[in-house]
């Protein structure tokens, strides 16, 4: 057996740890359906400690948990049923009189649910500008901030918040840092090797990469205190991914550096074609030297800048529904991180209330010929 520690994470990723079934020799994964698992006809214990019901633990979940956990160098990963569930299982562990702070614009439906909940649940939620960097420090109180959530970069403006920074800002006043790298991936950016407590992934997104499973994962730092809290969550509010939902996450996960660095030179292609556009207002995309958050991606972020950018059009929000509409070789739909490139009008998604532009449209690149992409866009732009 290859000394893992010397082998590349491309290389642990696209064997998923090399394991190898042992009672079959089985090259993939096997699905396991069984939902209870049988105890010792003598003693009544047991055959396998670690197994004795679906929803507490399946061997399906192994692979996928393991290979995720060893990318983002953390100790140990959780799946979740979505992204949502994984996420509000982070904050369900949090008790009432607790605050959270989270940056203003960011995954909507997480948004506006943390609104809410933290309402019900009695805590307090502080939302911080993450364009502005003094935000985050005024947000931030001492002696009484739990945790603080963040993405980087941040949907859909692209916003790049400095995790390092954070992580010394929140444990300067004992808080807990979580980060949302579902857009960057572990290809591109480790959060716990930056500070963080906690990453979260909707690896609905580019973890599967194929627009076919809803799924979610958390990966610690440390099997601390907080992480049991979420474990309990998950084992009696039952949020767990069906057994073959987790064979399909764990297979789509083993081409995710080809299809993220794909995707990241067919961004950055995109985005300097399109700078300076004259139907456009601006492109908005770490990878740019003037985005304002540049430098600091180009220090947290290794081997590219996410396959995600951002339009606003010279125009309302008509106009960008219309650029929208004329697309044909980009698909019309909601999420992100598939092999097909996918284009809408964050606005008309989220609603009335929305922090994000009118003017702006949201573009997710695929693995397709990047000329074709431009080209495509040139026509809607005309």
Known sequence: MPDHGKLAPETLNAQALRQIDAGTGGLTPAIFPSTTYVRDQDDYALLDPQHSYGRDENPGFVVAEQVLARLEGGEAGLLFSSGMSAAMAIIQSLKPGDRVVAPRIMYWGLRKWLIAFCDQWGLTLDLFDPADPDALVRSVERGQTRLLWMESPCNPTWDVIDIAAAADIAHGVGATLVVDSTVATPVLTQPIRHGADLVVHSATKYLNGHCDVVAGAVVTARRDGLWEDICHVR??????????????????????????????ESALAIARHFEGHPALRSVLYPGLPGHPGHEIAKRQMDGGFGGMLSLRVNGDAERALDIVKRCSVFTRATSL??????????????????????????????IEAVEDLIADLEQALA
């Not at 084992?235 to 993220?260: D, K």
């Not at 809408?344 to 989220?350: A, G, L, N």
Request: proline residues 3%.
């Open 235 to 264: 084992l009696h509010g039952g949020a767990i991914l069906g057994t073959f939902e987790a064979w399909l996450l764990q297979r789509g996960m083993r081409t995710l550096f080809l299809r993220v660095h794909k995707a990241s």
């Open 337 to 366: 991180g598939g092999v097909e490139s996918l284009i809408e009008h964050r606005y008309s998604i989220e609603g009335e209330g929305s922090p994000i532009p009118q003017d702006l449209v949201r573009l997710s690149i695929g």
